[in-house]
């Protein structure tokens, strides 16, 4: 992992060198040390930063990610007579931008943070990849512009006071574990949003969009359809294979389809599946989650004959993890829904794994939440895999947020996201709605999750890659029309990723092509359950505590008292129901403490 960081001063003053190292030493446990200094600005990372003389010019490069296509790359570049030193990502992406400038992204295949300073322009050019994978945080205070692949290093510099004002906390209460791109719960920190660059120059910030799902005519035949997303898959899962590469699997369409296309090219694959203590006894079927994963993994273990490990997690442990999680994150996340990927990650680095598959990122696109087809969730005026509107506006505390308000911060945070989907048939009113949950799904759904599973798994150094968020399958597969991608035609039901099924129909099990989606395990052992009742009760009776500023406490005990009985709502859908509704505010009165958050309202 190549996490970086760096400042820029308006005055021209440099600081001392020991904030540039406090700042990278919160990269990745003091193990980047990798500094550079020039006049009023100074850039940390691991391996680079990356000097490099091109046509008398000086050019400083930061680079956080992978290329998938950079052989292609590295021909090309080659042909226009550039030489290489090493073999680094980072110099076949100086040499393109040296070349074509920011229009060099569109050459690019992959996941990435970029930073570059043009030194004779006083220029420094960022960049984050299409879909959002790999983070890049900024802020301006003080004459000073900060950035970061990582919260924690801004938090570092000597001129950051963490702060929560009322915006962050509406989108900390109102829309957490989600945020709006761009947004961060910090005041003043934010996100350089996906399928964006930016410029720094002359102490101003111009942000340009240079990627973005676009709507578009969709004319391929059923049968052309079929081909081009197996094709398209296949394609996009092994240019990202790599030597001491494992894949994780649940039993799942999507992640059974990855180890089938990585076992095909890499005969000794070791899988990885994850359980949890008394899972057996304690699993509770509901409309959302069918089945036990363990056995749809034994089915495809026996089919593919993998090396397979099962990795089982304590209750206790998951517990235990919360704190951990939440500072991987910088941020309160997921819950039990996080501490079960951080020992997940935790297991298969301590296997001896540096990269490992994930499926993540097929239903986003393929249409396999429910969302997708469900009238009273797809005609929701909020977000459809939330529906806890009135919750949360009962748990904030309403001196500050009243609950007009936060449900007005709410439904325009929707309504600014839809601005920009455009439609090529208004009349057809099936297709619009769809489309419009497409792209709300893609960039607010998608994005926890992608957010997830990258901050925890940088912590192990574990490099987790995504085939399906290949940027090609989502240009492909966005315009495929709603009722083709769910095999509705007449009066059929809708059918979870309907076509995906039928691309790889023939090469997977019939019970793993039509196994109904099941979102990714959550514990059901009233262990853990426990577990957060009390921690949330010692957090009511700790009065000194900052979270009781800005909840309603008596509503959060009476919720306790009737152990979630009188919710008739969840906190993040099927993913976070009463459990992890008592967890985020855990990992939120955590937050506030050990970040020290300082509240401005």
Same mark, same amino acid.
């Given at each position: 992992?190549?996490?970086?960081?760096?400042?820029?001063?308006?005055?021209?003053?440099?600081?001392?060198?020991?904030?540039?190292?406090?700042?990278?030493?919160?990269?990745?446990?003091?193990?980047?040390? *990798?500094?550079?200094?020039?006049?009023?600005?100074?850039?940390?990372?691991?391996?680079?930063?990356?000097?490099?003389?091109?046509?008398?010019?000086?050019?400083?490069?930061?680079?956080?990610?992978?290329?998938?296509?950079? &052989?292609?790359?590295?021909?090309?570049?080659?042909?226009?007579?550039? /030489?290489?030193?090493?073999?680094?990502?980072?110099?076949?992406? &100086?040499?393109?931008?040296?070349?074509?400038?920011?229009?060099?992204?569109?050459?690019?295949?992959?996941?990435?943070?970029?930073?570059?300073?043009?030194?004779?322009?006083?220029?420094?050019?960022?960049?984050?990849?299409?879909?959002?994978?790999? +983070?890049?945080?900024?802020?301006?205070? %003080? %004459?000073?512009?900060?950035?970061?692949?990582?919260?924690?290093?801004?938090?570092?510099?000597?001129?950051?006071?963490?702060?929560?004002?009322?915006?962050?906390?509406?989108?900390?209460?109102?829309?957490? +574990?989600?945020?709006?791109?761009?947004?961060?719960?910090?005041?003043?920190?934010?996100?350089?949003?996906?399928?964006?660059?930016?410029?720094?120059?002359?102490?101003? #910030?111009?942000?340009?969009?240079?990627?973005?799902?676009?709507?578009?005519?969709?004319?391929?035949?059923?049968?052309? !359809?079929?081909?081009?997303?197996?094709?398209?898959?296949? %394609?996009? @899962?092994?240019?990202?294979?790599?030597?001491?590469?494992?894949?994780?699997?649940?039993?799942?369409?999507?992640?059974?389809?990855?180890?089938?296309?990585?076992?095909?090219?890499?005969? *000794?694959?070791?899988?990885? /599946?994850?359980?949890?203590?008394?899972?057996?006894?304690?699993?509770?079927?509901?409309?959302?989650?069918?089945?036990?994963?363990?056995?749809?993994?034994?089915?495809?273990?026996?089919?593919?004959? @993998?090396?397979?490990?099962?990795?089982?997690?304590? *209750?206790?442990?998951?517990?235990?993890?919360?704190?951990?999680?939440?500072?991987? $994150?910088?941020?309160?996340?997921?819950?039990?829904?996080?501490?079960?990927?951080?020992?997940?990650?935790?297991?298969?680095?301590?296997?001896?794994?540096?990269?490992?598959?994930?499926?993540?990122?097929?239903?986003?696109?393929?249409?396999?939440?429910?969302?997708?087809?469900?009238?009273?969730?797809?005609?929701?005026?909020?977000? +459809?895999?939330?529906?806890?509107?009135?919750?949360?506006?009962?748990?904030?505390?309403?001196?500050?947020?009243?609950?007009?308000?936060?449900?007005?911060?709410?439904?325009?945070?929707?309504?600014?996201?839809?601005?920009?989907?455009?439609?090529?048939?208004?009349?057809?009113?099936?297709?619009?709605?769809? $489309?419009?949950? *497409?792209?709300? !799904?893609?960039?607010?759904?998608?994005?926890?999750?992608?957010? $997830?599973?990258?901050?925890?798994?940088?912590?192990?150094?574990?490099?987790?890659?995504?085939?399906?968020?290949?940027?090609?399958?989502?240009?492909?597969?966005?315009?495929? +029309?709603?009722?083709?991608?769910?095999?509705?035609?007449?009066?059929?039901?809708?059918?979870?990723?309907?076509?995906?099924?039928?691309?790889?129909?023939?090469?997977?099990?019939?019970?793993?092509?039509? $196994?109904?989606?099941?979102?990714?395990?959550? @514990?059901?052992?009233?262990?853990? #359950?426990?577990?957060?009742?009390?921690?949330?009760?010692?957090? #009511?009776?700790?009065?000194?505590?900052?979270?009781?500023?800005?909840?309603?406490?008596?509503?959060?005990?009476?919720?306790?008292?009737?152990?979630?009985?009188? &919710?008739?709502?969840?906190?993040?859908?099927?993913?976070?129901?009463?459990?992890?509704? &008592?967890?985020?505010?855990?990992?939120? /009165?955590?937050?506030?403490?050990?970040?020290?958050?300082?509240?401005?309202?």
């Amino acid at each position: 992992m190549s996490n970086f960081c760096g400042y820029i001063n308006k005055d021209k003053k440099i600081y001392d060198e020991k904030y540039i190292t406090n700042m990278n030493i919160k990269l990745n446990n003091n193990l980047l040390k *990798n500094i550079y200094i020039d006049k009023y600005l100074a850039f940390g990372n691991g391996i680079q930063p990356m000097k490099k003389i091109i046509n008398e010019k000086e050019y400083i490069i930061m680079f956080d990610g992978n290329l998938y296509n950079s &052989l292609d790359l590295k021909k090309y570049i080659k042909d226009k007579g550039y /030489s290489f030193d090493t073999k680094q990502d980072a110099e076949i992406i &100086l040499y393109l931008y040296v070349e074509y400038g920011p229009s060099f992204l569109n050459f690019l295949n992959g996941i990435y943070s970029i930073c570059i300073y043009d030194k004779n322009e006083s220029k420094t050019f960022f960049a984050r990849d299409r879909l959002g994978v790999k +983070p890049l945080f900024y802020t301006l205070t %003080n %004459n000073t512009f900060i950035f970061a692949t990582k919260i924690k290093a801004i938090l570092a510099h000597q001129d950051i006071t963490p702060v929560l004002d009322k915006e962050g906390l509406m989108e900390l209460i109102g829309l957490g +574990p989600a945020h709006t791109p761009g947004k961060t719960y910090f005041k003043n920190i934010f996100e350089l949003e996906a399928g964006h660059y930016a410029i720094f120059s002359d102490f101003k #910030l111009e942000i340009k969009k240079y990627w973005d799902l676009v709507t578009k005519e969709f004319e391929d035949s059923y049968e052309e !359809t079929i081909s081009q997303i197996h094709d398209l898959v296949v %394609n996009s @899962t092994k240019i990202e294979l790599c030597d001491n590469i494992c894949s994780m699997l649940s039993g799942g369409l999507d992640s059974s389809i990855l180890a089938k296309i990585a076992k095909d090219n890499i005969p *000794n694959l070791t899988t990885f /599946s994850i359980d949890y203590v008394g899972n057996d006894t304690n699993f509770v079927s509901n409309d959302y989650q069918l089945t036990k994963d363990s056995d749809y993994v034994k089915i495809m273990k026996e089919y593919l004959k @993998t090396n397979h490990k099962t990795i089982t997690v304590e *209750n206790s442990y998951l517990y235990e993890l919360l704190q951990k999680s939440m500072i991987a $994150r910088d941020m309160p996340g997921m819950a039990d829904i996080d501490t079960s990927m951080y020992a997940f990650c935790e297991q298969i680095s301590r296997n001896g794994f540096s990269t490992c598959l994930s499926g993540e990122c097929s239903d986003e696109i393929f249409g396999g939440y429910p969302w997708y087809y469900k009238e009273h969730l797809i005609s929701h005026d909020g977000f +459809p895999w939330a529906l806890s509107e009135d919750l949360r506006a009962n748990i904030i505390n309403k001196n500050i947020i009243s609950k007009d308000k936060l449900n007005e911060y709410v439904y325009n945070a929707r309504i600014n996201t839809l601005k920009n989907v455009t439609h090529i048939d208004y009349n057809d009113d099936y297709e619009k709605r769809y $489309r419009n949950t *497409n792209y709300l !799904t893609i960039k607010w759904f998608m994005n926890t999750l992608i957010e $997830r599973t990258e901050r925890i798994s940088n912590i192990f150094s574990l490099d987790v890659r995504i085939p399906f968020a290949d940027y090609r399958i989502f240009e492909y597969v966005y315009n495929i +029309p709603a009722r083709m991608k769910l095999g509705i035609t007449k009066n059929d039901t809708a059918i979870e990723k309907y076509l995906l099924r039928k691309a790889f129909e023939k090469e997977l099990p019939e019970e793993i092509v039509y $196994r109904k989606k099941s979102p990714f395990p959550k @514990t059901y052992d009233p262990k853990y #359950l426990k577990l957060v009742e009390n921690k949330m009760n010692e957090i #009511l009776e700790d009065k000194s505590l900052k979270i009781h500023k800005i909840i309603d406490t008596n509503f959060v005990r009476e919720v306790l008292n009737t152990h979630g009985e009188n &919710l008739t709502q969840n906190w993040f859908g099927q993913l976070m129901t009463y459990p992890q509704t &008592l967890a985020y505010l855990i990992q939120v /009165s955590d937050w506030l403490e050990i970040y020290n958050i300082e509240f401005d309202f």
